[in-house]
Antibody, heavy 119, light 106 residues
Framework: QVQLVQSGAEVKKPGASVKVSCKAS????????IHWVRQAPGQRLEWMGW????????KYSQKFQGGLTITRDTSATTAYMELSSLKSEDTAVFFC????????????WGQGTLVTDSS | SYDLTQPPSVSVSPGQTASITCSGD??????VSWYQQKPGQSPVLVIY???QRPSGIPERFSGSISGNTATLTISGTQAMDEADYYC?????????FGIGTKVTVL
């Protein structure tokens, strides 16, 4: 069965970086784009960007351009989301999600990773 | 930037029908998806391509679109349907979510 398993919760100081992983299993990793979505406490889902695991192509939301880097390791069937220069308002749950391209919808989601501000 | 408008909350009695709207400019030109999110959980896709239901999603969930307004309908609402519901569309290379609608089953 398709699974996306994310790394555990992180506590970070403002100005630091955080890197969250998303391990995929149960399907061909390179056949589906992986997207990242942020959800601040009590707020809406917010799309951040995506990666094509097959060729490494990435596209980022303008809001996160410059501070966001999405990468992948095909041998480990894992995608990564790194956010730099964290601010206190970056406290949020980050989700990875698989895009079913024929539907243009997110059909499987990771369990979410909470990143909190230590200040 | 593109925005999708949803009512913040909808209340419904058990067994009745809940309707959640989502409106946006030229929404009819793009497919709309709907997600259910319960507290502390990941979103679950309940409708894609405006009105298609993934396998495993109960038939009481249906979607429709008219002009620039999409609607998610829950027929015969059950207590387990109490959750936040988000619409989502694609516009100019970006993916946009609505603000979410909290469905309360009274």
């Amino acid at each position: 069965q398709v699974q996306l398993v994310q790394s555990g919760a992180e506590v970070k100081k403002p100005g630091a970086s955080v890197k969250v992983s998303c391990k995929a299993s149960g399907y061909s990793f390179t056949d589906y784009n992986i997207h990242w979505v942020r959800q601040a406490p009590g707020q809406r889902l917010e799309w951040m960007g995506w990666i094509n695991p097959g060729n490494g192509y990435t596209k980022y939301s303008q809001k996160f351009q410059g501070g966001l880097t999405i990468t992948r390791d095909t041998s480990a069937t894992t995608a990564y989301m790194e956010l730099s220069s964290l601010k206190s308002e970056d406290t949020a749950v980050f989700f990875c999600a698989r895009l079913a391209h024929s539907w243009n919808a997110f059909d499987y989601w990771g369990q979410g990773t909470l990143v909190t501000d230590s200040s | 930037s593109y925005d999708l408008t949803q009512p913040p909350s909808v209340s419904v009695s058990p067994g009745q029908t809940a309707s959640i709207t989502c409106s946006g400019d030229n929404l009819g030109d793009n497919f709309v998806s709907w997600y259910q999110q319960k507290p502390g959980q990941s979103p679950v896709l309940v409708i894609y391509q405006d009105d298609q239901r993934p396998s495993g999603i109960p038939e009481r969930f249906s979607g429709s679109i008219s002009g620039n307004t999409a609607t998610l309908t829950i027929s015969g609402t059950q207590a387990m349907d109490e959750a936040d519901y988000y619409c989502q569309a694609w516009d100019s290379g970006t993916y946009v979510f609505g603000i979410g609608t909290k469905v309360t089953v009274l």
